[in-house]
């Protein structure tokens, strides 16, 4: 069992390569193995491409291989035609004998169906290898299907002293509470996450291009909450370097669902305090980044309160990060 979670843990290792391009689809990682050497490996590749068992039998060059090797994968194959035929009946052309799975599909159209068809066609399928691990590398998946409601990131920056923004500015932009690195950390994560969201007070207050300038990826899709209607369209999310959503729902349900109906499986909550307030009061969120920098407004917006679970604190040089779940 210990060389089936080396392996499987690779598998998890290769999938976050396509972390920011894959969604609405899984990451899923694969690795093939013969005669106890890894003989092909592969992960999803971006929307309406090859899934990660394909491109892992394509990385095999020599084929013969297969009939006796063993293929791990995080997520049961899929057994069911979307943009690409099913995984399940690929493992059972090459006769690859044994899978190792790190964890069931729950979406409706596999949840079981690819395993079943595999042992029906003489596969010997082990399931639940590093199954914890797997399901939380797949939370954005899992939470999109069976919660129907993206992946809930929140992340605010506050001062040493609480605040999240001064009561005034002199100028349309952001007021800078972290550093440098601190910010390139934050564009990294927007090129991870397929939205980001604010609220109206955001974008007449800072004006926000809300993209990855400081990262190398895709700038996530913009969804601006403008119940009233406020938001003319000079403001800098509204130019063309990404897609732009306008949600004019009041409730936090009603904004989920408007993302789940555009398939969006994860969000990053970037408003200001009553947006993430909104959201923490609702108990609808999964996790939590907050940044602690070391200024002080010493009076202000204060910042938004919230319990939950710590699994993280780190320090970015002066700025602190910490890092929580939703119980």
């Known amino acids: 069992m210990k060389q089936h979670e080396t392996y499987i843990q690779r598998c998890i290792d290769i999938a976050k390569n396509g ?11 694969c690795v093939i193995v013969s005669s106890e050497k890894i003989i092909g490996e592969g992960f999803t590749s971006p929307y309406g491409g090859a899934h990660a068992e394909i ?3 394509n990385s095999v060059k020599d084929k013969s291989l297969l009939k006796k090797a063993t293929l791990y994968v ?26 190792i799975i790190g964890t069931i599909d729950t979406h409706s159209k596999v949840a079981g169906q690819g395993i079943t068809k595999l042992r029906a066609a003489g596969c010997n399928v082990i399931v639940g290898v590093l199954e914890d691990a797997c399901k939380e590398h797949h939370k954005r998946f ?6 129907q409601r993206p992946y809930i990131i929140l992340k605010w920056a506050e001062t040493a002293d609480g605040f999240i923004a001064p009561l005034s500015k002199d100028e349309q932009k952001p007021v800078w509470i972290t550093n440098e690195y601190s910010r390139q950390i934050v564009h990294k994560w927007r090129a991870e996450e397929q939205a980001i969201l604010v609220g109206t007070n955001t974008v007449i ?18 969804i601006v909450l403008d119940k009233k209607e406020a938001l003319s369209k000079g403001f800098n999310v509204f130019d063309d370097k990404a897609k732009t959503i306008v949600i004019k729902e009041k409730t ?20 200001g305090s009553k947006t993430l307030q909104l959201f923490i009061d609702s108990g609808i969120w999964d ?23 710590l699994i993280a604190d780190e320090q970015i040089l002066d700025d602190t990060l910490k890092v929580y779940v939703n119980n």
């Open 19 to 29: 972390l920011g391009s894959v969604a609405p689809n899984p990451m899923v990682g």
């Open 55 to 57: 491109n892992a039998i």
């Open 74 to 99: 995080t997520l049961e194959p899929c057994s069911h035609f979307g943009k690409t035929p099913p995984c399940a009946d690929a493992i059972i052309k090459y006769q690859i004998p044994k899978v």
């Open 142 to 147: 899992f939470t999109f299907h069976n919660k």
């Open 205 to 222: 207050e800072d004006n926000p291009s809300l993209t990855t300038r400081d990262w190398e990826g895709k700038h996530p899709i913009r």
């Open 252 to 271: 936090v349900k009603n904004i989920y669902n408007a993302l789940f109906k555009s398939n969006i499986n994860s969000v990053i909550i970037e408003g």
């Open 287 to 309: 996790e939590a980044r907050i940044f602690t920098g070391k200024s002080f407004f010493k009076e202000g917006v204060k910042a938004p309160k919230l319990k939950g679970k």
